[in-house]
């Protein structure tokens, strides 16, 4: 596997030279170059409402000289990341994911909370085959449905049904530039993106759905009635200063 290090409060990924890189990260977002995806650490209570984000984490990457570096917020615990490859045929994916469920959605059911959080599920993938941008965007759109897949099957109950993500997720894929433009559910690519998003996703989602089990019984408990289920999502967990911190 390509190197991943862990060094609080950051999680790199080196992607192991440049490769163009597509996300919606909130440090270089879109088509940019990059050898680096970077994963920062936070607790809610370090961002108010009223807080640049963004400026402070320009400065937080430049005092570490990685200012280039596609970059993704959490506040999952990153000591909880989850890794998977996949080889098809020539095409190897690698899959590095942290996974919180905190601020959980349904698509299509936006929840009302009163106290949003930031725990998220942030993913990054890196290829090994050569892509077109039109190949990357097709890409993402596996990774997007892999991810939807592994969080639907961990059955977390939400008021219109299980959670399919959360409201602030972000994927980043990485690839050589290449030629390739199809990248669908039918091609090599598209099913070592997919496997490999899937099985990182569904073994970060359990781990997180262990660590806050007792929680989730109060919840599926709660949730007998489903037409007056209030989302359960911004109460406090026992022993933490708020559920939003995973």
Not at 15 to 36: C, E, H, Y
Not at 86 to 101: D, K, R
Request: glycine share 10%; net charge neutral.
């Amino acid at each position: 596997m390509t190197a991943v290090t862990l060094k609080r409060p950051w999680l790199e990924f080196d992607l192991g030279g440049d490769m163009q890189v597509l996300s919606w990260a909130i440090n270089r977002p879109g088509f940019v170059t990059a050898r680096r995806i970077f994963w920062r650490e936070v607790r809610n209570a370090d961002l108010s409402e009223d807080f640049d984000v963004a400026r402070w984490l320009s400065e937080e990457l430049e005092d570490r000289q990685a200012a280039d570096a596609v970059t993704l917020l959490t506040s999952r615990d990153i000591g909880r990341y989850k890794q998977a490859t996949a080889s098809v045929g020539g095409t190897t994916a690698h899959c590095v994911a942290t996974v919180g469920l905190t601020n959980a959605e349904r698509v299509g059911f936006r929840t009302v909370r009163a106290h949003p959080g930031r725990g998220t599920i942030n993913i990054a993938i890196r290829l090994t085959a050569g892509l077109s941008q039109t190949g990357l965007l097709e890409t993402l759109s596996i990774a997007t449905q892999a991810r939807t897949a592994a969080i639907i099957e961990v059955g977390l109950p939400l008021r219109d049904g299980p959670a399919t993500g959360t409201g602030t997720d972000c994927i980043a894929v990485a690839a050589p530039i290449g030629t390739c433009t199809y990248a669908g559910l039918h091609t090599d690519i598209g099913e070592a993106v997919g496997r490999a998003v899937y099985r990182a996703t569904l073994a970060g989602a359990r781990d997180w759905m262990d660590e806050f089990a007792s929680a989730r019984s109060e919840w599926v408990t709660n949730a007998q009635d489903q037409r007056s289920l209030q989302n359960p999502l911004h109460r406090p967990l026992p022993g933490r200063t708020g559920c939003n911190d995973c």
